[in-house]
């Protein structure tokens, strides 16, 4: 099995909107072939530092109809899709790493001005170039399942381990 993983920011004051997007897209998908189940998930216990109400998408596709399912959904509407056409934008992981945003003080030289001490908010650096203004994609991972144990199959693998 093969599980798509993606961590998404809504835009602000979206948030509501951008998980029922979500919600839409696995409904729409759900009978396709090649699909296997999915999740929507919402961040609650601030893991994510600056990155304010992280969602989560996770599906599982099988390996040898994935391309039957991506003909299929390439004319569907996607929350996840580029807004723009051409190249894909990439993914905005240095948010996730804190990289994007920074702390500081008023104690050192910089090249901007400083009204106090004061935290810019990762946040305010994402580019919400997804779904027409409705997510930030931070990250997308593809990967193999090699063990869930939401498939009872997958028990008896455990033992092994």
Known sequence: MHRHFFLLVPAPAREDEAARALSDWLARVKDLPGFRGGAVLREYAGE?????????????????????????????????????????????????????GHTHTTDHEDDHDH??????????????????GLFARVLHVHSETLVDTTRPADYAALERV
Do not use: K
């Open 115 to 132: 009204a106090g001490d004061h935290v810019h908010d990762i946040g305010e650096h994402l580019e919400f170039n997804r779904g027409g």
């Open 48 to 100: 994510f530092g600056g990155l304010p109400n992280v969602l989560a998408l996770t599906y599982d596709l099988e390996p040898e109809r994935r391309h039957a399912f991506w003909d299929t959904t390439s004319t569907l509407p996607d929350p996840m899709r580029p807004d723009l056409p051409g190249p894909i934008p990439p993914d905005q992981t240095a948010a996730l790493l804190g990289e994007a």
